[in-house]
Every structure is written in structure tokens, then in C-alpha cells.
T-cell receptor, first 113, second 112 residues
Framework: GENVEQHPSTLSVQEGDSAVIKCTYS??????FPWYKQELGKGPQLIID?????GEKKDQRIAVTLNKTAKHFSLHITETQPEDSAVYFC????????????FGTGTRLKVLA | NAGVTQTPKFRILKIGQSMTLQCAQD?????MYWYRQDPGMGLKLIYY???????DKGEVPNGYNVSRSTTEDFPLRLELAAPSQTSVYFC???????????FGSGTRLTVV
């Protein structure tokens, strides 16, 4: 079945540095890959997504890249700020047609001021 | 427009008790989902619904039940609570043809 592995589980960076989180998946039919940010005490919030017909997508300081051949996708955050500190989840849409998502195990990002 | 509203935010249950976690959305979304979040384990799908009157099991349905009598509401029922059900529960909704879930703010449940 569908599976997604997320690394690292924790990541500390200095303010202003870049952060990269990577997810690998097993089902080559997966075609939609969202990233969610979860702040303390809140539900996850969609921050960026990418479809399988696109290799890269950027939105200001965040970007997502997709390598379909290698079956991995990554979240890139540049010029990190303290408010970027949160737990980030990758996900992919299952291929069952009901818009069920499979989530990664999460990365706790800490941006050190 | 409140989005997805979950109640209660916190609850402590004794082993064997039962309770219902409430979830309501005002976006007229057809699809609704219940996930549980355990430390280091990500989000696991418990149950989902593609419309009123239709529900189906996810990855971890044992010990839970759901109903979907209206488009807006998707309550999650715990019968005979067990310590293994200590978790944070998230409800989410989405619409076919639109990407991305809208999540509620979660219910933190502790079973002692």
C-alpha cells in the first residue's frame, strides 16, 4: 500500500539559514503532494503543494521539489525566521479516488534566534 | 465562516467510559475525516465520509464509530475508552476537485 517516510524527525537551524525536509514514497501512481505546518496547539495548515506534472513550485520563502523517478519530494525554507518554528508534515494523496491523504511522521523545526 | 470546529478541546476519560468528539464544518464540504496524532507517528486515518449517510474505515478504526447524518457534522464515538486511545484527534474536511484539507484545532484526549 501507499507509504511515505519523512526525514529528519527534528531539525534545528540558525535564523536566516535554510531548512530542507525530505519525504520518500512508494506508490508511483501518487499524483498530489501537499505540505502542512502545525503550530503548537493548532491543527495542521496547508502551506504549499505540488502536482506530479510539475518539478518545482515556489511561494516566497518556501519551495517544494518533486523527483518522480526517485519518488521523493522536499520542502525548502530559505531565510528562516523564528515564526517558522513548527512541526511540518508531508503528505500524498492516495490513489483510491476519495482524496484520502497519507501523512509522513512529521519534522519538528526549531529556528534559533 | 468558522471552518472546522471541534469540541471539546480537552477531555480526560476513565477506562471504560464513552464519549463523542464533535466536528462541524460550515464550508459545505462533502468529504470529512477523522485522524489521530500520536507523538512521532504522524496522522493516522480513523474514519472518513464522502457524504451524508456514507462512512468508511481508515487505517485505525478499531474502538471507534462514526455517523454522518448531515453534511455539516461528523461525530466520532469512543465506546469503552482504553489507554491506547490517548491521543490528539483532528477532524478535517475537503471537497472533490479542490485540493487540501481544512483541519480543526484538535481534541486532546487522555484515558486514565
Amino acid at each position: 500500500g501507499e507509504n511515505v517516510e519523512q526525514h529528519p524527525s527534528t531539525l534545528s537551524v540558525q535564523e536566516g539559514d535554510s531548512a530542507v525536509i525530505k519525504c520518500t514514497y512508494s506508490d508511483s501512481a501518487s499524483n498530489y503532494f501537499p505540505w502542512y505546518k502545525q503550530e503548537l496547539g493548532k491543527g495542521p495548515q496547508l502551506i504549499i503543494d505540488i502536482r506530479s506534472n510539475v518539478g518545482e513550485k515556489k511561494d516566497q520563502r518556501i519551495a517544494v521539489t518533486l523527483n518522480k523517478t526517485a519518488k521523493h519530494f522536499s520542502l525548502h525554507i530559505t531565510e528562516t525566521q523564528p515564526e517558522d518554528s513548527a512541526v511540518y508534515f508531508c503528505a500524498l494523496r492516495g490513489t483510491s479516488g476519495t482524496y484520502k491523504y497519507i501523512f509522513g511522521t512529521g519534522t519538528r523545526l526549531k529556528v534559533l534566534a | 465562516n468558522a471552518g472546522v470546529t471541534q469540541t471539546p478541546k480537552f477531555r480526560i476519560l476513565k477506562i471504560g467510559q464513552s464519549m463523542t468528539l464533535q466536528c462541524a464544518q460550515d464550508m459545505n464540504h462533502n468529504y470529512m475525516y477523522w485522524y489521530r496524532q500520536d507523538p512521532g507517528m504522524g496522522l493516522k486515518l480513523i474514519y472518513y465520509s464522502v457524504g451524508a449517510g456514507i462512512t468508511d474505515k481508515g487505517e485505525v478504526p478499531n474502538g471507534y464509530n462514526v455517523s454522518r447524518s448531515t453534511t455539516e457534522d461528523f461525530p466520532l464515538r469512543l465506546e469503552l475508552a482504553a489507554p491506547s486511545q490517548t491521543s490528539v484527534y483532528f477532524c478535517a474536511s475537503s471537497n472533490p476537485g479542490q485540493e487540501g484539507y481544512t483541519f480543526g484545532s484538535g481534541t486532546r484526549l487522555t484515558v486514565v
